[in-house]
Protein backbone atom coordinates (compact mmCIF):
# COMPACT_ATOMS: atom_id res chain seq x y z
CA UNK A 1 0.00 0.00 0.00
CA UNK A 2 0.90 3.43 -0.73
CA UNK A 3 1.70 5.87 1.97
CA UNK A 4 1.16 9.88 0.74
CA UNK A 5 2.30 12.60 2.60
CA UNK A 6 0.97 16.60 1.36
CA UNK A 7 2.98 19.39 2.17
CA UNK A 8 3.18 22.89 0.27
CA UNK A 9 -0.21 24.93 1.86
CA UNK A 10 0.18 28.28 3.33
CA UNK A 11 -1.52 32.01 3.48
CA UNK A 12 -1.40 33.57 0.28
CA UNK A 13 -3.24 36.88 -0.41
CA UNK A 14 -6.00 36.35 -3.58
CA UNK A 15 -4.00 35.90 -7.15
CA UNK A 16 -1.00 33.78 -5.86
CA UNK A 17 0.13 30.81 -5.98
CA UNK A 18 1.11 28.16 -4.25
CA UNK A 19 2.68 24.57 -5.08
CA UNK A 20 1.48 21.38 -3.10
CA UNK A 21 3.42 18.23 -2.74
CA UNK A 22 1.84 14.59 -2.38
CA UNK A 23 5.00 12.60 -1.70
CA UNK A 24 4.94 8.28 -1.55
CA UNK A 25 6.61 5.86 0.16
CA UNK A 26 6.25 2.28 0.37
CA UNK A 27 5.20 1.77 -2.63
CA UNK A 28 6.35 3.22 -6.46
CA UNK A 29 3.63 5.76 -7.52
CA UNK A 30 4.08 5.58 -10.93
CA UNK A 31 1.68 2.47 -10.61
CA UNK A 32 -1.48 4.25 -9.88
CA UNK A 33 -3.30 7.63 -10.93
CA UNK A 34 -2.60 10.66 -8.08
CA UNK A 35 -5.18 13.07 -7.45
CA UNK A 36 -5.89 15.88 -5.17
CA UNK A 37 -9.13 16.89 -3.36
CA UNK A 38 -10.00 19.62 -1.15
CA UNK A 39 -12.40 19.78 1.89
CA UNK A 40 -13.88 22.64 3.64
CA UNK A 41 -14.59 22.66 7.47
CA UNK A 42 -18.54 21.09 7.56
CA UNK A 43 -18.52 20.64 3.25
CA UNK A 44 -17.74 17.47 1.28
CA UNK A 45 -15.04 16.53 -0.05
CA UNK A 46 -14.31 17.61 -3.53
CA UNK A 47 -12.56 16.17 -6.42
CA UNK A 48 -9.81 19.10 -7.56
CA UNK A 49 -7.65 17.06 -10.23
CA UNK A 50 -5.78 13.95 -11.36
CA UNK A 51 -3.42 12.53 -13.00
CA UNK A 52 -2.36 8.97 -15.06
CA UNK A 53 0.41 7.20 -14.84
CA UNK A 54 2.53 8.77 -17.41
CA UNK A 55 1.13 12.34 -16.79
CA UNK A 56 0.11 12.33 -20.54
CA UNK A 57 -3.42 12.58 -19.12
CA UNK A 58 -4.93 14.92 -16.54
CA UNK A 59 -8.38 15.42 -15.38
CA UNK A 60 -9.72 18.88 -13.24
CA UNK A 61 -13.08 20.24 -11.85
CA UNK A 62 -14.36 23.09 -13.57
CA UNK A 63 -13.88 25.56 -10.92
CA UNK A 64 -10.05 25.17 -11.57
CA UNK A 65 -9.89 24.90 -14.93
CA UNK A 66 -7.03 27.22 -16.30
CA UNK A 67 -5.94 27.85 -12.99
CA UNK A 68 -4.31 24.75 -11.03
CA UNK A 69 -2.08 22.55 -12.84
CA UNK A 70 -1.37 18.56 -11.82
CA UNK A 71 2.32 17.18 -12.44
CA UNK A 72 4.30 14.16 -11.45
CA UNK A 73 7.83 13.26 -11.25
CA UNK A 74 7.87 9.73 -10.99
CA UNK A 75 11.85 9.91 -10.10
CA UNK A 76 10.89 11.06 -7.02
CA UNK A 77 7.88 9.42 -6.02
CA UNK A 78 5.97 12.56 -5.83
CA UNK A 79 3.14 14.62 -7.44
CA UNK A 80 2.52 18.06 -7.17
CA UNK A 81 -0.60 20.51 -7.83
CA UNK A 82 0.39 24.04 -9.03
CA UNK A 83 -2.31 26.46 -7.81
CA UNK A 84 -2.34 29.86 -9.70
CA UNK A 85 -4.54 32.90 -9.41
CA UNK A 86 -5.99 31.95 -6.07
CA UNK A 87 -9.35 32.95 -5.20
CA UNK A 88 -10.45 32.99 -1.59
CA UNK A 89 -12.88 30.34 -2.38
CA UNK A 90 -10.41 28.37 -3.06
CA UNK A 91 -8.97 28.33 0.66
CA UNK A 92 -9.00 24.82 2.46
CA UNK A 93 -7.34 21.63 3.30
CA UNK A 94 -5.93 19.67 -0.19
CA UNK A 95 -5.58 15.74 0.33
CA UNK A 96 -3.78 13.83 -1.90
CA UNK A 97 -4.93 9.99 -2.89
CA UNK A 98 -3.54 6.87 -5.37
CA UNK A 99 -5.26 4.32 -7.16
CA UNK A 100 -5.04 1.97 -9.40
CA UNK A 101 -8.76 2.69 -10.99
CA UNK A 102 -9.23 6.19 -12.11
CA UNK A 103 -12.79 5.69 -11.40
CA UNK A 104 -11.87 5.01 -7.49
CA UNK A 105 -9.91 7.58 -6.74
CA UNK A 106 -10.76 9.01 -3.32
CA UNK A 107 -13.22 5.95 -2.64
CA UNK A 108 -11.06 3.87 -0.88
CA UNK A 109 -8.69 3.96 1.73
CA UNK A 110 -7.00 6.21 4.43
CA UNK A 111 -6.35 10.08 4.06
CA UNK A 112 -3.19 11.53 4.81
CA UNK A 113 -2.97 14.81 7.14
CA UNK A 114 -3.54 17.62 4.24
CA UNK A 115 -2.24 20.49 3.93
CA UNK A 116 -4.06 23.43 4.32
CA UNK A 117 -4.47 26.44 1.90
CA UNK A 118 -5.61 29.74 3.40
CA UNK A 119 -6.53 32.55 0.69
CA UNK A 120 -6.71 36.15 2.11
CA UNK A 121 -9.18 38.87 0.44
Known amino acids: QVQLVESGGGLVQAGGSLRLSCAASGRTISDYYVGWFRQEPGKEREFVAA????????YYADSVKGRFTISRDNAKNTVYLQLNDLLPRDAAGYYC??????????????WGQGTQVTVSS
Open 51 to 58: IGWSGDSA
Open 97 to 110: AADSELALLGTRGS
